[in-house]
């Protein structure tokens, strides 16, 4: 994998370990020579994660709406900057460039990013790998929904298969390896 596309809050969030793993994250990302794609803002997760690729040395390349220049504190140091008109198109450009996803803990926005991303694999947009990087358990009650939504009869089985989950930054980019 030379390329991974990471979905990401724009907050730190309240728990040093999200900052601290996040950081562990990109450090691996510039040792292995996997290039960051992401959303390009300066602020929370995504910009301790881009900051940590670049101070390892590794490229990243940051893709944002036009309109959300305004709104969100651009990453003034990375790589590569693409701007899109849309969010649609921005989500399509990270998919275009990404050999697969990790997504971080976040809000709202991770969650839509994560979900469409796993919907396109379910119905064959894509067959890249999809992966929680589950710090203190983020995405447990994630994991435990998903089970529920299996059991209940609403997601195949096999469909659990489409997202990898760990919470060691080297066991998810070789569970990712080994699947892509």
């Known amino acids: 994998m030379k390329r991974i596309c990471v979905f990401a809050g724009s907050s730190q969030g309240n728990d040093p370990a999200y900052l601290e793993k996040t950081q562990m994250l990109g450090k691996l990302f510039a040792e292995k020579g996997i290039e960051l794609v992401y959303g ?35 990453h003034p140091d990375i790589t590569t900057m693409v701007e899109v008109e849309t969010l649609h198109e921005r989500k399509s450009k990270m998919s275009e460039l990404a050999d697969g996803y990790i997504a971080l803990p976040g809000g709202f926005g991770t969650f839509e990013e994560l979900f469409e991303t796993i919907s396109w694999a379910q119905i064959g947009i894509h067959t890249k790998p999809v992966a929680l990087y589950n710090i203190k358990g983020y995405y447990t009650p994630l994991v435990n929904l998903i089970d529920h ?13 489409l997202i990898i989950n760990s919470d060691h930054p080297e066991k998810l980019l070789e569970l990712m390896h080994h699947k892509g």
């Open 40 to 74: 390009g803002a300066k602020s929370g997760l995504m910009g301790v994660l881009a900051d940590e690729v670049l101070k390892g040395g590794g490229n990243v390349t940051g893709i944002m709406p036009t309109r959300l220049f305004e709104k969100e504190i651009v």
């Open 149 to 161: 939504a299996i059991q209940a009869g609403f997601v195949p089985e096999d469909n659990r298969d």
